[in-house]
């Protein structure tokens, strides 16, 4: 059998150095130290997350600017009798 693997990731609440297994990357884990919860992540990949944060939040806006927009346009439709 063999022996996991690990990295080394800092908890982004206490700042410590945490051995987490590279089968949780992805995944959310526990700070042994202060029990923050956080996204185990590829350290050598940190822009990334942030990146497709971006993206998502911006995707985000756009569907509300529709649910917005159908909205006016439904108020217009009753008020004209459609």
């Not at 063999?2 to 089968?23: D, H, M, N």
């Not at 995944?27 to 990146?51: G, I, M, T």
């Amino acid at each position: 059998m063999s022996k996991p693997v690990y990295y080394v990731q800092e908890c982004p609440t206490c700042g410590r150095s945490l051995q987490i297994r590279v089968a949780h990357l992805g995944k959310q884990v526990v700070c042994q130290h202060c029990l923050a919860e956080f996204l185990a992540s590829d350290p050598a990949n940190k822009y990334s997350c942030s990146d497709s944060s971006q993206d998502l939040l911006a995707r985000a806006e756009e569907l509300l600017a529709t649910v917005d927009r159908q909205q006016e346009v439904k108020a217009e439709w009753a008020t004209e009798g459609f």
